[in-house]
């Protein structure tokens, strides 16, 4: 063939020669041993179109090491396995039993919603208000991060914290996250820094108390709050007003020190802020007693007067002022005269200005009896009359956050009470109706006298027709 060196003449050795350059050239242990094989081995050899026989090898020579290389036909030795394999023999295999398949939802979206629908109440609000009232668990961060990953909806579209809602919409929310357990601490302890006679003074003082408010009645000479050199005052002691409540009572209004009477508190920020909000809508009436000196002319009467702070007295007094000061109105009412000495009113505040009864009851000239700083010399009364200040905070009626009103009266002062007594005053003619108690319902004797005026009012324009009708006809 062609590329193949010519095969060497000569016996069987020339007909059974290796395929190969390399079996030919007598080198390795069979070379020059033709006789060693038999046809049977040639004949399978050339079969199978390899120079190697296809029957079991004998052993051709001993090894280096002197030890048989095949025995029985067979290798006397194992071959070595792969690595991998070894290993995989040593440990069987055991197949991991199958993980339930999750759901790979996009970052940050969760697969449970909740579906809540805007009512009448909500129409027209801002999406994170919406939140503050129905969701106050899920904080603004957490709402901007809804929104930013797509998961707040409203009515199927992506919604942002700033968006107005409508009613009727259908708003999309997912289940906030859970938070983990803060650790428990211990409560705090609220130390009472008062001595037993101090609570044992201000519990005395209570009029009225249930779940959102406690109404006292404060003595004249206390301040309501603490000052430049005013140690003693009620905010002091709100620690001994605890009961049965974990925090201390709130103050929502004052009184002035000398100003005796009913004092509103809040047992809880939800309470401050509905009162606090009664006393700047004007919606909480305060009913005052005063005596005052001389005798109004008119029994019931409005005082319209702007009031401000006078000038030079560091804000510690008011006075009227036209042009710069803040509207100011009060009502009072005669309730008894003495003579032309002393008279006893009531007053109701319609503002809230400082030291307002003060200020207008001496600007007509009727001061306060006893009140030197208003009105001077001319406001105390000789004789048994005591020279403090006769006003007392006598009602306060607001409604109650909880449905219902907060109505109380608050007793006189010792010294209030004895002046009234000492100038004969009768103490039962004191309480008058508010406006809206008082029955406005026409009675029989009204409606007969409304008819008569009505009737007179029908004769007296007949009879100026009549003398219409005369002069025209002269003319």
């Known amino acids: 063939m062609k590329g193949r060196p010519p095969a060497k003449s000569g016996g069987a050795g020339a007909r059974g020669g290796q395929s190969s350059s390399k079996g030919s050239s007598g080198k390795g242990p069979s070379a020059g041993r033709p006789s060693d094989r038999k046809p049977g081995d040639r004949k399978a050899g050339a079969a199978s179109g390899r120079g190697k026989p296809a029957g079991p090898r004998k052993p051709a020579g001993p090894r280096k090491d002197g030890k048989p290389a095949f025995k029985d036909g067979k290798p006397a030795f194992k071959p070595k396995a792969p690595a991998a394999a070894k290993s995989a023999a040593a440990k069987p295999v055991v197949a ?15 697969l449970d919603v909740r579906q809540y629908r805007v009512q009448a109440d909500d129409d027209g609000i801002r999406l994170d208000r919406w939140f503050q009232r129905h969701l ?92 430049t050199k005013t140690d003693e005052h009620v905010d002091k002691l709100l620690d001994g007003l605890l009961f049965d409540a974990e925090s201390r009572p709130k103050l929502v209004h004052r009184l002035d020190k000398d100003t005796s009477g009913a004092l509103l508190l809040a047992r809880s920020s939800r309470s401050a802020a509905h009162f606090a909000k009664a006393f700047s809508s004007r919606t909480a009436r305060k009913v005052y007693w005063a005596l005052v000196i001389g005798m109004p002319s008119i029994n019931d009467g409005m005082i ?56 207008h009851l001496a600007a007509i000239g009727f001061p306060i009896v006893g009140d030197g700083k208003y009105g001077g010399k001319d406001a105390f009364l000789s004789g048994t009359i005591s020279r403090k200040m006769h006003l007392h905070a006598r009602r306060i009626r607001v409604d109650h956050p909880d449905g219902g009103r907060v109505d109380v009266m608050a007793d006189l002062p010792p010294h209030f009470a004895n002046s009234l007594q000492e100038l004969g005053f009768d103490l039962k003619l004191g309480d008058m109706p508010l406006d809206d108690e008082i029955d406005r319902t026409p009675t029989r004797e009204d409606e007969k006298k409304f008819a008569r005026q009505h009737a007179k009012q029908v004769r007296k324009d007949r009879k100026g027709e009549r003398r219409s009708r005369g002069s025209s006809r002269q003319g």
């Not at 008062?194 to 009225?208: F, G, K, N, R, W």
């Open 304 to 359: 319209e007067l702007p009031l401000a702070k006078q000038p030079g007295t560091g804000g510690e007094k008011m006075h009227v002022d036209e042009e710069e000061g803040l509207p100011a109105r009060t009502r009072y009412r005669v309730i008894e005269r003495a003579g032309n000495r002393a008279a006893w009113v009531e007053l109701q505040p319609y503002t809230g200005r400082t030291h307002q009864l003060r200020v």
């Open 96 to 110: 991991a039993p199958a993980k339930p398949s999750k759901p790979n939802p996009a970052k940050g979206v969760s």
């Open 136 to 227: 106050p668990d899920v904080g603004f961060n957490l709402v901007s991060r809804w929104s930013r990953t797509g998961q707040l909806r409203v009515d199927g579209a992506r919604a942002a914290p700033g968006d107005r809602i409508v009613e009727g919409q259908m708003i999309r929310v997912p289940p906030a996250e859970a938070k983990p357990e803060a650790p428990e601490r211990p409560k705090r302890v609220r130390v009472i820094d008062l001595t037993p006679d101090e609570i044992a003074y201000v519990q005395d003082m209570v009029i009225h108390r249930d779940e959102q408010a406690i109404v006292i009645n404060k003595p004249p000479g206390l301040a309501t709050q603490g000052g």
